[in-house]
């Protein structure tokens, strides 16, 4: 029992703590006037609420 404690031993060594995953935001992208043609927050809130509106219609009338 001896020898599966020092391997149990040397794998918790081994072990790494597991890398935090970061949310990788990309660079806005610009068009050739310099406006920023990247959706923002407000358009994305936008889009789900019209899909929420469009859903909820969509059940309330089945």
């Known amino acids: 029992m001896s ?3 020092q391997i149990k031993a040397q794998q918790k060594q081994v072990r790494t703590p597991k890398k935090e995953h ?5 660079l ?3 068009n050739s ?3 920023n043609i990247t959706p923002s927050r407000k358009q994305k809130q936008k889009k789900l ?3 929420l509106i469009i859903c909820s219609g969509i059940f309330a009338f089945s």
């Open 22 to 26: 970061k949310k990788q935001t990309g």
């Open 33 to 35: 006037r310099g406006k």
């Open 3 to 5: 020898r599966l404690k």
């Open 28 to 30: 806005p992208v610009y």
């Open 49 to 51: 609420g019209i899909t």
